[in-house]
C-alpha cells in the first residue's frame, strides 16, 4: 500500500463508508479514524458491517501525519479546521459544502457566512466525471453533494452535445433515502415517522441548487422528496427544448460523455423489470446510471439518473477523486458490483 | 340498512376494499361478492383483514338483484358485462376506466376501441369535489382515477380562483404505491424486486393524462414513478404561473374550494415532522390533502397533493359516490381516522 | 355522547391511538388532551391522521374533570400523579406498567421500587378476554402490556381447557414493530438503522415476563425481536406437552375461550397466502389472532398469536375495558375492520 | 485468472450471486451462465447490478468445458443433469439439496425419491467451518442450505467445546427475508402481501431440519418465520442445558471454533445499537456472526446467528468451498466488507 489516509468524522455514515472503501482499498492504508464521541471505541461499534476491522477512534484534536487525509465532518467543521487538516496532510478531500462553491459571493447566497473565504478559490469542486481534468495534483478538493450530482449527471451531457441549449426550463424532482438525514436522528427520522413516506423533504430552495447552478450554469427549479430507502438518489428532470429531440441524439449525447467512463451507464428501455436506471441498480457502488424517455405529447424530455448518495454522491466520489488526484488507477478500490436483490438499498 | 349492494371483482385489492367499506357503512348490506378464482372461499380467505366477516364468494355469472352494484373488475371488463350489471342493480358504481372519459374519440386516443361507445356520454364521472352536482340519481357512475385525481384535486381550486389561468406548463410528478399494481402481481412486484425501490412507472403517456385533460382542460406533463409503499399517491405538480403568486392566494383558493368539503384537508407548511400531505397521513381513509410551496427563486408554485390510491383514488371513492347518488349522509362510512404510526401506507 | 374523557400524555403513540379511537367512539366525547412538550399545538400537530380533529394539547397539570381519564404516560409518571389522576376522574384507565402487578413483591422483582405500592392491590389488570369479571365499575385499571397480552391470548385457552397441565416448557419468541420504542426516538430507532432488522430487542428478561407470571401462573422463556415493522406484536409459543396432542383438542380449546369472544379470531391452516395469524391481518384494529401446528417429529405444539402493540397490545384494550367496565357495548368504537393490503403494519 | 467457470441456472438469484462474485474473483474468469428462459440476455437484464457486465445467458443444453461448474438451479434439478454436468467440469459445486444429505434413507424421509442416489455418498457437504478438511480435491460439492447453514454456525462449537451436552431441548425459531423464495414470486411474495409481515413460513416440518440432524447430530424444534427484509437469516436456538453455563465457557467456546476463522465473527453484548448479530451487519458478504445471552431466570442459553442467505447461506459459500476445494486462497473474491447503513439487507 503505497499512500496513509485518515478519516475525520469517522462514526458518522459517510466516514463509515470512507473506512469501508479504504478498508478494501488496494493501494490506501486508514492510520486513524476520528469521533470525539466514541474515542476508543472500535470502528465497528458504530459500523456493525466493520466489526472485523482492528481500528479504534480517536480524538480528533490529534491528528496524525497522512497522506490523504479525508473529511466526513458536519457542514461547518471543515472551514475552522482546514489549517489543522492540511498541516497533517498533503491532500485534503472534504465530504462536506465547505469548498464546493467558487466564490463567496455565491457562497454567502445559499448559505450563512464563510470564515475562509479566500480557500474557495483554491479548492478543487470533484466530479470526476466533470473534471477529472482539474483534478491531478490538487491539495484541496470539494466532494461533490449527492442530490447535485444526480442531476449534473443526468443533464451536462445534453448540454455538452448540443441536444439542449440551457435555456430550457427544467424540472428537477429529487426522491431520497433516509441515510442523507445523517447517523443520529431525531423525530422525523425515526423509523414509525420515515418508514413508507413520500414526504417533501425540500420543496424549495434547497442548498444544492447552488452547486448545479455553478457547475451546470443553469438554474433548475428543484425539489426533494424523502421516500423509503436508506441509500440512493434518484433525480427526475423534465426538460423542454425548443424543438423535437430524438432517441438518437440522447443516445449519442450519453455515449460521447459517458462512453469511455468507468462508473458510468446508460439504461432506456428495452424488457424486463428494470428499464430504467435506478437506485436499486447501483445500491453500495460508485456506479452512476442515467436514461430517458421522450413524452411525444408535449415535446419533453424526461431524463432519470440514479446514484447511492453515499458512494457516488459522497464517499465513493470522494475516494474517485483522490485516485486521480494522486494518479492511482481510477477505478482502485471501487470497481466491485452491487447487490441483487436488495431489499431497501 | 337502506340498500342492498354486491361487489362484482371481489377478490382484487378494491374489491376487498370495497366490502370493508360496506361492512362497516351504516346505510348498505353486502349480499355477494362475486370471484371466478375464489368461488365458494370466505373473503376472508383473500382479504385477510376481513377474516371476521361471513362471505362467501360466488361465481360471477350469476348476479343478485340489488339495489347498487359495485364493479371492481380490471379494465374491460365492465363494457363487456354493463348490460348484466345493469339488469341487476338500479345502480352500478364502475371502478374501471371503462366509462371515465366522455367521447369515443377520447377513450380511442388512450385505449384500444371500446364496446359501448355509446354510454359513455350516459356514464357520470365521479370525484365528487368536482362535480358532486351530476350525481344524485346517477345511475351509471364512473368512479375517478387514483392518479388522476390527486392531480385534479391539487390543481383545479387554483384554476377555479383564477390563480392560474390554465395556460401555464404543468409537470406532474406522481410517486405510488404497489396495490396500483393489483393483487397476483408478477416478477416487477415481487417483493425482492419491488421493495426499496425508485422506478419509472409510466415515465410519459400514462392514461390517467386522459382524465386529467377532460376533467381539469388542461394538458400536463405527467411521469408516475414506483416508490415503496403499498397505498398511496403523492402528485407533486411543478407549475408556472404568469406571474407573481402570493401564499394568502393560494390559501384562500384552497379555502373557497374546499372551505366545506368534509374530506379534505389542506396542510402547508407549520412546524413538526408533517408539514406537507404525505400518503402516510391519509392511508386507509377517504381523505385528500392538498399544499403548497412557492420558490421564490424561479416563481414556480409546487403544488403537493396525497391520497390512498385504493381509497379517495378508488373504493372511498366509489362509496363516497354512491352516497352522494342515493342522497345517503356523505360522509356515512367513510368518517373514520387512519392510523399513526403506520410503517408503509 | 354519555361519557366525558381526557387523554393524559396525548403525544405519543399510544396518547394518539386513544383519540382517533376516541374520536369514533359513539359514547364518549374528548375534553382534554395533555402535553407538556406541545401545549397549544393542535393533535393533528404530532398526529398527521388527525389532522382534522378539532383539539389542542392542555398542560397536564390542570385536569379537567371527566368521567374517564385514560394515561398514557411513560412508567413511573402514572404512581406519581395518580392522586391527581383520580380527583379528575371518576374512572382512571392506565395503560402504563404501573398498575399492572398485583404485589410489590412482584413489582420489586421487575421494576425499581414502588412510590404507591398500596394501591396494586385495588388496580384491575385488563385483559378482557381474561377477566372481564373484574371490570364493571372498577375505578383504577391497569390494561394490559402488548408482548404479554399476546403471549397470553395464545396460551391461556389451552390451560383452561386441559390441553397443556401447565408444567411445561414453554419458549416464547415475540417479534415486535417499532412503535414499541416509542415516538421521539433515538439511534437505535432512526430509520437507517432501524429499517430490515431482525434485532434481539430483549434477548432475556423482559419485564413483561412478570404479567405472564402473574396472569397465566406459568414461567416462560421470553425472547423478544424487533423486525421491520411499525405496529404489531407477534408471538410464536414453543410447547412441549407431555403427551399427544391432537389437532381437535386445540381446535376445541380455542373455541371454547373465544367462540363467542368478538375480538378474537382463531386461524390455523387452509390455503392461500395469510394461513396463520399475522400482524399484518389486524394491524389498526382491536381484533387478536391464534392459531398453531403440531410438530410431528418432536411432539411440539407451536402457538402463534397476532396483536396490533398499539391497538389490542394497548389503547385497543383500553378502550375496550373502559367500556366494560362503564357498561357501554363491549364494541363500541371498535368493531372496524383493519386494511389488505397495508404496507408495513 | 487460474480457472475457467460457468453457472448453470444464472438468471435466478443465487446465479445473479455467483455471478458477482465469480466477476470479483481474481482467480475464475466466467465463460458461461445459462438461462432458458433469457437466453441471448445480457446478464444485466436480470440482475440489474450487473449492467456493466459483458455476458449474455445461453441454453443450459449446450454446456462449455469448464474447470468448475456451479449449478445455482431448483432442486431436482441436478439430480437430473448431474452426468452432463460433471461431464463438462472437474469440479461440480451444487447448491441445491440434492447432494447434500448422506444416504437415501436420509432424503427419502425429507425429499421424494432420489435419482442418484448411488452419488450421495460421493458428494462433499460444504460447510467450510464444519468440514473444510474434507473439500481439497473433491469433485462434488454440496453447499449447505441457509437455515441449516445459520443453525449450525451457532449451535456446534458449543457441542465441540463440551458447552452442550447434546441431549438438550433445542428450538430454533428462524427469521428470514424474501429472496429465500426465489426469483419469479407468486402471490405470497407479491409486495404488497410480501412488505411487514411475521409470517409463519414453515412452522413445522422445514427440510433442512434434515441437514441439522445429519451435521450436527440433533434433531432440533424448527420453525420458520418470513420478515420483511430481503437478503438473511437469524436463527435464535433457545437451549435448555443440563446444568448451569457461564459466560466464559460461551466465549472459550466460539473463540476455540471461530478464533481462526477468517469469515465469523462472535458479537454478544457491548453497548450500542448493534449488540447482537443481525443480518443487516452481514449483508451483501460471506461473513456470519454467532453471540448469546444468558437466562438468569431459567438457566437457558439463547444462541443468536446471523448470515446473507445468499452468500453464506449459498453462493458465498459455494465460492468459498470451491476455493478450497481447488488449493485457492480461502477469502480470495469474498473478503470485502457488507454496507452500513442499509435499509433491508
Redesign the interface.
Given at each position: 500500500m503505497s499512500y496513509t489516509a485518515s478519516v475525520v468524522g469517522g462514526s458518522g455514515?459517510t466516514g463509515?463508508?470512507l473506512l469501508?472503501l479504504l478498508?478494501?482499498h488496494p493501494e490506501f492504508e486508514v492510520v486513524q479514524a476520528t469521533s470525539r464521541s466514541y474515542e476508543r471505541?472500535t470502528v465497528g461499534?458504530?459500523?456493525?458491517?466493520?466489526?472485523?476491522?482492528d481500528l479504534r477512534f480517536t480524538d480528533p484534536s490529534e491528528l496524525e501525519p497522512v497522506d490523504v487525509l479525508f473529511a466526513a465532518t458536519p457542514h461547518g467543521v471543515s472551514m475552522e479546521r482546514i489549517d489543522a487538516f492540511r498541516d497533517a496532510a498533503d491532500t485534503v478531500v472534504d465530504l462536506s459544502a465547505d469548498f464546493r462553491l467558487g466564490s463567496e459571493t455565491q457562497y454567502d447566497e445559499w448559505y450563512d457566512g464563510h470564515d475562509r473565504p479566500e480557500l474557495l478559490a483554491d479548492a478543487e469542486y470533484a466530479l470526476p466525471e466533470l473534471n477529472r481534468e482539474n483534478l491531478p495534483g490538487a491539495d484541496l478538493i470539494a466532494s461533490g453533494g449527492c442530490n447535485a450530482t444526480a442531476t449534473i449527471l443526468g443533464l451536462k451531457p445534453l448540454f455538452d452535445a448540443g441536444v439542449l441549449s440551457g435555456d430550457e426550463?427544467v424540472?428537477v424532482?429529487v426522491?431520497v433515502?433516509?441515510?442523507e438525514?445523517g447517523?443520529?436522528?431525531?423525530?422525523?427520522?425515526?423509523?414509525?415517522?420515515?418508514?413508507?413516506?413520500?414526504?417533501?423533504y425540500a420543496?424549495?430552495?434547497h442548498r444544492h441548487?447552488a452547486e448545479i447552478e455553478e457547475f451546470l450554469g443553469l438554474?433548475v427549479?428543484f425539489?426533494v422528496?424523502a421516500?423509503?430507502?436508506?441509500?440512493?438518489a434518484?433525480a427526475?428532470c423534465?426538460v423542454?427544448p425548443d424543438g423535437p429531440v430524438g432517441k438518437k441524439d440522447m443516445w449519442s449525447a450519453y455515449r460521447e460523455s459517458y462512453g469511455d467512463e468507468p462508473f458510468m451507464?446508460t439504461?432506456a428501455g428495452?424488457?424486463?423489470?428494470?428499464?430504467?436506471p435506478?437506485?436499486?441498480?447501483?445500491?453500495?457502488?460508485n456506479?452512476g446510471?442515467v436514461g430517458f424517455?421522450?413524452?411525444?405529447?408535449?415535446e419533453?424530455v424526461?431524463v432519470?439518473s440514479?446514484i447511492d448518495n453515499m458512494m457516488k454522491g459522497s464517499a465513493g466520489q470522494a475516494v474517485h477523486a483522490a485516485n486521480v488526484a494522486l494518479g492511482i488507477e481510477e477505478t482502485a478500490g471501487l470497481?466491485?458490483?452491487?447487490?441483487?436483490?436488495?431489499?431497501?438499498?
Open positions: 455514515f463509515g463508508e469501508r478498508d478494501g471505541k461499534h458504530q459500523h456493525p458491517n466493520l466489526r472485523g476491522m426550463d424540472v424532482d426522491k433515502g433516509s441515510s438525514g447517523a443520529g436522528g431525531g423525530a422525523a427520522s425515526s423509523h414509525p415517522e420515515r418508514s413508507g413516506i413520500v414526504r417533501p420543496p424549495t430552495s441548487e438554474s427549479s425539489t422528496h421516500v423509503d430507502m436508506t441509500r440512493g434518484a427526475t423534465h423542454f451507464r439504461v428495452g424488457g424486463g423489470v428494470y428499464r430504467y435506478e437506485p436499486k441498480a447501483v445500491a453500495g457502488t456506479y446510471e424517455e421522450i413524452d411525444p405529447g408535449n419533453r424526461v432519470f440514479a470497481a466491485f458490483q452491487g447487490l441483487h436483490p436488495v431489499g431497501a438499498p
